[in-house]
């Protein structure tokens, strides 16, 4: 099983590792700093020994890579992976700015159904089962969330269970939130954010965030 460096250290860019697993395009590695999609964040872009990745995915606790197809490597080979550290960063801050609008949605609208979300690296998004506009909170929701951003306050991650790797976020007397992300370590490096609302079919609402 690969050991998720991008957990211990989310700022990390490149890194020395080994092949573990060679499946015609397909790589495995000892250690990575290569976040795989999952939760809705988008993977990360970069290259494992020189070689672009074209695709990363996560299967139980395991990570593969696919490489293209020329790539040559075999199992025991050193390998250096690089991440694109300016999309990973921005990655990083719109997951955190989803999870904190996400929590204060859930403040404000009490037992309301999250049925979908994504971050990318140009926005995140949020899709509620809801069957009015949302519009009315989001001028409160986006000052409480900005509030706690400009507050510059910590962000501890952990494992709440390390043999089946359940993680989870913590802001004091703010929120803990499961969650396996890659994390920030102060909420200040969100920076300014912007939302709207889109109405995405009946009853549901679909906000989007944005940072300025």
Request: hydrophobic residues 35%; negative net charge.
């Amino acid at each position: 099983m690969t050991r998720k460096i991008f957990w211990e250290d989310p700022y990390l860019t490149t890194l020395s590792t080994y092949v573990t697993s060679v499946q015609d395009a397909v790589i495995t590695v000892e250690e990575t700093i290569f976040y795989a999609l999952s939760g809705g964040q988008e993977s990360d872009h970069g290259t494992i020994g020189g070689f672009r990745v074209i695709s990363a995915r996560k299967e139980e606790q395991e990570i593969f890579y696919e490489l293209p197809e020329d790539h040559a490597l075999q199992v025991g080979d050193p390998v250096e992976i690089t991440i694109d550290w300016e999309r990973r960063y921005r990655l990083m801050r719109l997951h955190f700015a989803a999870e904190l609008v996400l929590e204060l949605f859930y403040r404000k609208l009490g037992r309301v159904d999250k049925v979908g979300a994504h971050i990318a690296e140009e926005k995140a998004r949020i899709d509620f089962s809801w069957p009015q506009s949302i519009s009315p909170l989001l001028p409160d929701i986006d000052a409480d969330a900005q509030r706690l951003i400009d507050e510059n306050r910590d962000i501890i991650s952990a494992f709440s269970d390390e043999d089946a790797e359940r993680r989870y976020w913590r802001v004091e007397g703010f929120a803990e939130v499961p969650c396996g992300g890659t994390h920030l370590t102060r909420t200040g490096e969100v920076g300014r954010i912007s939302m709207k609302r889109k109405n995405v079919g009946k009853d549901k609402e679909r906000v989007e965030i944005y940072l300025d």
